[in-house]
């Protein structure tokens, strides 16, 4: 039974997550392409006199950040892919897990919660970033993340699951704490990226994000519910 959930989930991840990749390469993708033509300009306005007798090395950078590096692209894509295969499993693992039911319909109200605990929760306190966008120190924002998704993440399940009153208060307490201790804040605070694309960013990965929990899992329950019978209970 978990060998065949295990290839539904692969199967929907490697359909859901090509497909994720896709959108991805027309969204976000040319958004960090963009991005990183700040950096490259701000680098070559910085050295201008040490590489004034190489004019063609900056004009190459510039021109190789302004479009798409097919291995880049491809690599990016071989890992949105793996993420959607890891998704479709988690998914589920944990459906299998509680004894429900798994269909294309009943898998989405999982990944619509998964999306939220590891991204809609966390980016209220840190937005999806761009290169050259201010950034806190990397550990810092490690922690503040995990720590957020997994309090959303079991602060969910607490008001899916459970009926007592009590325990519905202190789930909520639980999803609002990491908010309240706050995330961490950049020691710089300028950007070198304008407000306007960051902002575009954040809001199209949060969608792709959105996207590569619901579309392999969706799918992953497709094959679940067409290909799995359940187990006959013994008598």
Known sequence: MFGRLAACGLAGGILGGCLVAAIQA????????????????EVADAAGIILAHAHGTASDAVAHADGYDTTRLFMTSIMTVVCAIGYGWILLSAMYLKGAAITARSILP?????FVATG???????????PGSAAADLDARQL???GTALATAVGIALIAFSRNPLWIVAALVLIVLPHIIGAPVPPDPESRVPAEVAAEFAGASLVVQFLAWVIPGAIAGFLAQRLIRPE???A
């Open 26 to 41: 027309v969204t976000t993708t040319p958004l960090i392409l963009h991005a990183e033509l700040f950096e490259v300009h």
């Open 120 to 130: 809609l929760a966390p980016s209220l306190g840190l937005a999806p970033e761009l």
């Open 232 to 234: 006959p209970v013994a």
């Open 144 to 146: 503040w993340w995990a």
């Open 110 to 114: 999982w990944a619509i919660a998964a």
